[in-house]
C-alpha cells in the first residue's frame, strides 16, 4: 500500500462526476479544429492498412470514409 505522503504528494487522486467531466472536455474538444465530431453516428466497416486505419462512418448527411494513422471511436 502506498500513500500520497509516502510519497512526497498531498493527495494521490481526486473523484470527479462524470457528467461534470463530461461537460468540460465535450465543450474543449468541440473547440478544437483539428478535431472532427461525429455524433451521433455509427462506425462500419474498419480496415486496417500498413499505416492508417480506414473507418465508414455513416451520421446526419450521409456516409464517409475516415482514413488517419490513429482513429479513436468511443
Request: net charge negative.
Amino acid at each position: 500500500v502506498i500513500s500520497g505522503d509516502e510519497q512526497g504528494i498531498g493527495d494521490l487522486g481526486h473523484v470527479v462526476a462524470s457528467r461534470a467531466l463530461g461537460a468540460v472536455l465535450w465543450e474543449r474538444i468541440a473547440r478544437c479544429p483539428e478535431v472532427t465530431l461525429c455524433c451521433p453516428a455509427t462506425a462500419t466497416a474498419p480496415a486496417t492498412g500498413p499505416d492508417n486505419v480506414t473507418l465508414e462512418v455513416a451520421a446526419q448527411g450521409g456516409t464517409r470514409a475516415i482514413r488517419a494513422r490513429l482513429l479513436v471511436v468511443a
